[in-house]
């Protein structure tokens, strides 16, 4: 069963609120999920949320990770969040599709998971070598490489899985990490297959070593701010006439101090969507000071950005 917001059987005030608030969205330029775009359909392109909260317990969603199908088949995971390999499960995919994991920084609500995806490969048919793409260590965080490392190496908290990372064993097939260079401003682009390219670009997230990821296959292309403030402003040049712009709206547009070093505000997603000159955004990653004030953070958006905007859930395709 996926992970999903908790049905009860009987209609209580706070179903009947968030009802309201649903159908209010749905009728101001929000919505829960769409078609693809036109260029994303020619291509046989669809993303789909496996993740869209943030670090909380009682958020009820599973925290922050996306998958891109192309042609029917699951192909690039973005962040494992807890909860994820769960709804990875429930949404049919088979592990032995992806062609890379994308992690936009190795905060626990975005990369927790990475374990039981590949506990859970063993009981796949998965035969080619895995990469995980990450960002390099700063003052605070370690490098990709070292935390896969440290969860699957042979003195990792996972020892049991080092078979996977280590090149010499008979596992099936390996696992390794590609740290991302944190220079500022300078891309990292790399072409997976014929049809399938990644780039990646440092972001400011405080003290985090993190990357927003761009992913393109064919004349579609699909960006992820991961968190991030805007402090460097490099998200719209990444983002430049995407098809899709996933956008974290982890604080509103109060916050201050610590919450604005880490996080971009409603105005921000609004002036970097228009700048980026995205088809439209999607916003994610709600935490619950964010989740249930969609309204006012549509307003702000929508002084920059006149494009149109989604709600991401949890299973929702676009």
């Not at 020619?42 to 869209?52: F, N, P």
């Not at 029917?72 to 992806?98: E, H, M, Q």
């Not at 048919?125 to 390099?136: A, D, F, H, K, M």
Request: with cysteine; charged share 15%; glycine share 6%.
């Amino acid at each position: 069963m996926p992970i999903i917001n908790t049905e009860t059987r009987f209609i209580s005030l706070k179903s009947l609120v968030s009802h309201a608030a649903t159908m209010l969205l749905l009728t101001t330029g929000f919505s829960a999920h769409s078609a693809p775009t036109q260029s994303c359909a020619q291509q046989a392109v669809t993303l789909q949320v496996l993740g869209s909260g943030g670090p909380e317990l009682n958020d009820d969603r599973v925290s922050s990770s996306y998958l891109i199908w192309h042609k029917n088949k699951a192909r690039i995971l973005i962040d494992a969040g807890p909860g994820s390999s769960v709804n990875f499960g429930a949404s049919g995919a088979d592990f032995t599709d992806v062609q890379a994991v994308l992690l936009t920084h190795l905060h626990v609500d975005h990369s927790a998971d990475l374990p039981a995806y590949i506990k859970g490969s063993y009981f796949t048919q998965r035969s080619e070598n895995l990469t995980v793409y990450g960002p390099s260590a700063n003052a605070l965080m370690p490098n990709t490489s070292d935390y896969l490392t440290h969860l699957m190496g042979d003195e990792g908290a996972f020892a049991y899985l080092s078979d996977y990372t280590d090149d010499s064993s008979q596992a099936d097939y390996h696992i390794k990490a590609q740290n991302i260079p944190l220079t500022p401003i300078k891309r990292h682009r790399e072409k997976l297959s014929e049809d399938i390219t990644i780039t990646a670009i440092p972001v400011h997230h405080g003290p985090v070593a993190a990357v927003a990821w761009r992913v393109d296959i064919g004349s579609c292309g699909i960006t992820f701010s991961g968190d991030m403030s805007n402090k460097n402003n490099v998200l719209a040049t990444l983002a430049k006439d995407s098809d899709i712009l996933v956008m974290h709206n982890a604080v509103p547009q109060s916050a201050t101090g610590a919450a604005i070093n880490l996080h971009m505000r409603p105005l921000d997603i609004g002036k970097i969507a228009q700048q980026a000159n995205a088809k439209r955004v999607v916003l994610s990653h709600f935490m619950n000071r964010t989740r249930n004030d969609t309204q006012a953070t549509l307003k702000f958006v929508q002084q920059h950005y006149s494009g149109k905007v989604e709600i991401a859930t949890d299973m929702a395709r676009f």
